[in-house]
């Protein structure tokens, strides 16, 4: 397997679809830099930088359907982007994934043939 250094895929190995979007990359031949958000957040800014690659708003990659949205009773409040960029630098489990970056693009691996667009 080739090593790529310029793929690089925010990881979370209990999620199917990043799972999925994992394997998709290795079975094409790539060995990606793996991040687990999880274990290591991005701030504010990397997660500004990833929107902007991807060409999102902060509510476009904000899982709602997480028990920690529902414990925050946020639901329905009109949150500003910086607000929910906040929120999820916090809670990092709100952040949609798998997310893959290739240079100055990004898919999000919803579903995870998203990620040949990159290739």
């Given at each position: 397997?080739?090593?790529?250094a310029?793929?690089?895929?925010?990881?979370?190995?209990?999620?199917?679809?990043s799972?999925?979007?994992?394997?998709?990359?290795?079975?094409?031949?790539?060995?990606?830099?793996?991040?687990?958000?999880?274990?290591?957040?991005?701030?504010?800014?990397?997660?500004?930088?990833?929107?902007?690659?991807?060409?999102?708003?902060?509510?476009?990659?904000?899982?709602?359907?997480?028990?920690v949205?529902?414990?925050?009773?946020?639901?329905?409040?009109?949150?500003?982007?910086?607000?929910?960029?906040?929120?999820?630098?916090?809670?990092?489990?709100?952040?949609?994934?798998?997310?893959?970056?290739?240079?100055?693009?990004?898919?999000?691996?919803?579903?995870?043939?998203?990620?040949?667009?990159?290739?």
């Amino acid at each position: 397997m080739k090593r790529t250094a310029d793929i690089t895929i925010y990881h979370n190995p209990r999620c199917s679809k990043s799972r999925a979007t994992l394997r998709l990359l290795h079975e094409q031949g790539i060995s990606p830099r793996v991040i687990e958000y999880l274990k290591t957040p991005p701030d504010a800014a990397t997660l500004r930088h990833l929107l902007e690659l991807l060409g999102m708003k902060p509510h476009d990659l904000l899982r709602t359907n997480e028990d920690v949205y529902r414990e925050l009773d946020v639901a329905g409040k009109d949150l500003s982007d910086v607000e929910i960029i906040q929120l999820m630098t916090k809670h990092p489990i709100l952040v949609e994934r798998p997310i893959v970056v290739k240079a100055d693009r990004a898919v999000l691996g919803r579903p995870p043939e998203n990620v040949l667009a990159l290739l």
